[in-house]
């Protein structure tokens, strides 16, 4: 535009008295004027590389949530081979749960099958679930199962593709999970629960006895309790619980973090975590919506209450195909 006006002011002074001279000015001019946009367009080129990057680098400083930034729980649930009906309900109470901001994996634990049909059964359910650990060791409850499952999992786990079949993450999990089969974990608010905690050296659960709210009192009770990733490691290495393996599992585990001065960042996971209402004692109060855990589920009918008070069918699409009043 600038230059179809100065075309027209040039060829009207053209025809004057001064036109040669003119003309001589304004090829000057017009050659100035290009020089300086060319100048100009390169700067302003750059001044858009420049604002990328910058705009780049102050974003890479924002707590933008990525796959990188996911909390990776592991949940293993110690049950028994022969509890092929306790597996199959709770891979439907925990294969509905969604999870906004994280990833949990559930997986049933148990040692070496030693009958035949265990050997069919438990290769089907492998096959269509995915969702078992077999450990190298003979099925006990108070000889070292809950040792042999955390120190096996960095061999296990190592070069393990992640759940989206691509190479694993280091470390696979952030945090791992002991969990009792009579215990029903909310998935998202366990999550939720852990993301301002540290993820190094922590031991999260309920602390025992049940009126103590100091997380460094002794140990977490075997509802189910969490340490990081680190931890899991130190107990593959360390010669601590090798040297004591046998006695309550759960006080064990808290001795051997007492003994090899681990867990320096505990989290105490009451009220979030209790016994289920009835009967009452000082480990129960009523079901809340702020629950990580209920624990001692012992029957279809506490099961039942439980999911109902947490509305977990909600999301039921209707459908001709079903009428559920």
């Known amino acids: 535009m600038i230059l179809t006006i100065l075309e027209s002011k040039f060829f009207n002074m053209a025809k004057s008295k001064k036109g040669p001279r003119f003309i001589v000015s304004s090829f000057l001019f017009i050659a100035f004027l290009c020089t300086i946009a060319s100048i100009n367009e390169i700067r302003f080129d750059h001044l858009l590389t420049f604002s990328k990057c910058a705009l780049s680098l102050d974003n890479s400083t924002l707590p933008i949530h990525s796959s990188d930034d ?59 679930y995915d969702d078992i650990i077999i450990l190298n060791c003979t099925e006990n409850m108070n000889r070292g199962k809950t040792y042999t499952f955390f120190s096996s999992l960095p061999d296990m786990l190592k070069d393990e593709p992640d759940g989206s079949g691509s190479a694993g993450s280091y470390p696979p999990y952030h945090y791992v999970m002991k969990g009792d089969d009579d215990a029903y974990f909310r998935l998202d608010n366990l999550v939720e629960s852990l993301r301002p ?25 075997g509802m189910g309790y969490l340490i990081s990733w680190d931890t899991v490691e130190w107990l593959r290495n360390s010669d601590i619980p090798k040297k004591h393996l046998e006695g309550p599992e759960d006080k064990v585990f808290g001795d051997w973090m007492k003994d090899g001065r681990r867990g320096k960042n505990r989290h105490n996971a009451k009220w979030s975590m209790y016994n289920y209402p009835d009967p009452p004692t000082k480990c129960t109060h009523e079901l809340w919506p702020n629950t990580v855990a209920v624990h001692l589920l012992k029957t279809q009918e ?9 509305n977990v069918t909600q999301d039921l699409k209707p459908s001709k195909l079903y009428h559920i009043p």
């Open 302 to 310: 506490k099961w039942i209450q439980t999911l109902k008070y947490f």
């Open 197 to 221: 905690l540290p993820r190094e050296d922590l031991y999260y659960g309920y602390t025992i006895p049940c009126e103590n709210m100091d997380p460094y009192g002794h140990y977490m009770a």
């Open 70 to 128: 996911e909390i990776r729980v592991l949940i293993g649930i110690l049950t028994l081979p022969d509890q092929y009906h306790r597996r199959h309900f709770l891979r439907l109470v925990y294969g509905t749960q969604s999870v906004s901001r994280g990833r949990v994996d559930v997986k049933f634990v148990f040692c070496n099958i030693t009958k035949e049909d265990q050997k069919v059964l438990l290769a089907l359910e492998i096959m269509r």
